[in-house]
């Protein structure tokens, strides 16, 4: 059975756990007969919650942890001490090659950590950095580093750049992806001393295709395919994305109901705003792969619905299947 | 006449001067009989581009200037060097008191680095912040600082805290703003190196209510009144609200025009749904006043229109009304 996946699934991740997640993993093994499950947390609660649904049982198997890492935990002691902790145990079943991949929507700062620590990073990649989709006007670009990586160096956004390249090449099928830099400008001389010290970087490798800066404004716009940036850019520019698609949908429907006119009109308009606002929808994305690791590892956000950790264990298909891992490794041999 | 503002207007700057300029300069007299206009740039042209339009000619003066900065000129080297510039000639009349303010569409380095060499920054302000307001579901925020300094340390965002919140308080009448520093996550030890350091500054300031960390997620909804941030990150953050907005926007349009049933729900919803737009539309709401120097100046996007160079010469009125400046005088004493 070469072609089955085996996702160690964290049972007891997210603000929804273990409920959403297990709705998730079946929702999953229904979509694709080639994904199979281990769920991971405690045996007796996951026993009980599974109870509930119908799947075959061969598919999905509880593997038991009896701790969990909350948020609140600093991360490295969490990794260390709890080595009975949903994260952990996942993550050697990921080390160990019982899983193909490993999945959470649990503390962001424990999976980064434990994802070094135990699974470790491939030879020559220093900081992997979380990958994730966005919605654009013209696609989806993906968004590299979003938050894994504070304080980067020029270096290891050069390793966002080429690692983003080669996901994005072969998850979505674009040969030499456009890669852009983050930027207040677009002129070479804009920017903090991070970005000025990167721009030469990025410029001169010969194994992605630099287009330049990119100012903020033109990222919904599709202006880049890969959009590099250190962790804390990236992680406001994926939350502001959500936070402003948000307000002005609310606000729209808001309006909407102001009069009359406006809400008889929105009955009509209803199925077809509903269809772009999906579409604009990040979490329609599946979760973010932490790049450059011996192993996957996708983390989702602690507020996942079923339908998001579906997408994100289907995700983890094409890792597979386009052999993203062994490119990787091109990269660095 | 105590109560007339005058304003220095940078004729020569943004991408549609100095048609747009002019007619911005009009309007805001029509709209505002206390505000008077001098008109800084190149004589012939502009006594030409005046003749069109029909205004009080004691009010708006034109006071010649035979050079032009570029957005892509070296800002301290064109500043040294175009004496006879509109942005050096207009900030030696704020420098001199003949101007109470200077509003700008052009090179935005050359601005800020003009502001300080000429007009100078007020004893004890180091780096002075640009502060725009942006829309949220709530109401209005100020975003401070929007992109004057990059890299800068904690002692400089305190700073902007502190301007800050004396802007938005005078210039809204909200009393004891809810400043917030944007951060990729609110418990105190998230960050990068320099939110941890100045999270402690921001929290032990008594002159502001500081409410903690904000995620850039929650400033659309309101989260925060002042939004605190180094200028590289609150640069992003205006333009991506900007692109995020545009693109949204422009996807539900088109959403509408897929089908027969939409198409006529559009014609009904419209209204209100221009309305919505507009309300979340950032140029509505004037420019970016560079804090704590010794006058006012204030920047507004190179492609700004008729409407927003209006808005931004009413913006200087409150400045005056409010005493604004005295007030970031006591914050110094």
Redesign the interface.
């Known amino acids: 059975m070469e072609d089955i996946l085996t996702v160690a699934l964290d049972a007891m991740g997210g603000d929804h756990a273990p409920d959403v997640m297990i709705r998730g993993a079946v929702k999953a093994m229904e979509k694709k007969p080639n994904i199979n499950i281990l769920l991971v947390g405690r045996e007796e609660l996951l026993r009980q919650e599974c109870a509930k649904y119908t799947y075959d049982k061969k598919r999905m198997e509880i593997i038991p942890a009896s701790q969990e890492i909350s948020c ?1 935990e ?1 991360p490295v002691a969490a990794i260390r001490h709890k080595k009975d902790s949903s994260i952990a145990v996942a993550l050697e079943l990921v080390k160990n090659k019982r899983a193909d991949a490993f999945v959470s929507a649990g503390s962001t700062g424990a999976v980064l950590v434990g994802a070094q620590l135990i699974v470790g990073r491939m030879r020559g990649v220093r900081r992997p950095p979380l990958g994730a989709f966005i919605p ?2 013209k696609g989806t670009s993906l968004l590299v580093d979003n ?1 894994a990586n ?2 980067a160096r020029p270096e290891h956004l050069l390793q966002f750049a080429r690692l983003g390249s080669v996901y994005y090449e072969n998850a979505m099928g674009v040969k030499n992806p456009r890669v852009a830099l ?1 930027n ?1 400008g677009v ?1 070479e ?1 804009k ?3 991070l ?1 000025k010290a990167t721009y030469p970087l990025l410029r001169d490798c010969p194994d992605i295709r630099f287009i330049g800066s990119i ?7 599709g202006g880049a395919d890969v959009i590099v940036c250190e ?3 990236g ?18 429907k ?3 109901m ?2 009359l ?2 809400k ?10 509903k ?2 606002v999906k ?2 929808d990040a979490s329609e994305y599946g979760g973010a792969p932490l790049l450059g690791l011996n192993g996957l590892v996708v983390k989702t956000h602690g507020s996942s619905t079923e339908k998001e950790v579906c997408n994100c264990l289907i995700q983890c298909l094409t890792f597979k299947e386009q052999k993203i891992h062994e490119q990787f490794e091109k990269l660095y041999q």
């Open positions: 609140d600093a654009t006007t938050g504070v304080d983050v207040i002129e001389e920017g903090n001393a970005v100012e903020a404004r033109e990222i919904p716009h962790g804390f850019t992680n406001v520019i994926l939350k502001l994305y959500e936070g402003v698609g948000g307000a002005l949908i609310s606000e729209i808001a309006g909407m102001s009069s006119r406006s008889m009109g929105a009955l009509l308009v209803k199925p077809a705003l269809e772009t579409r604009f």
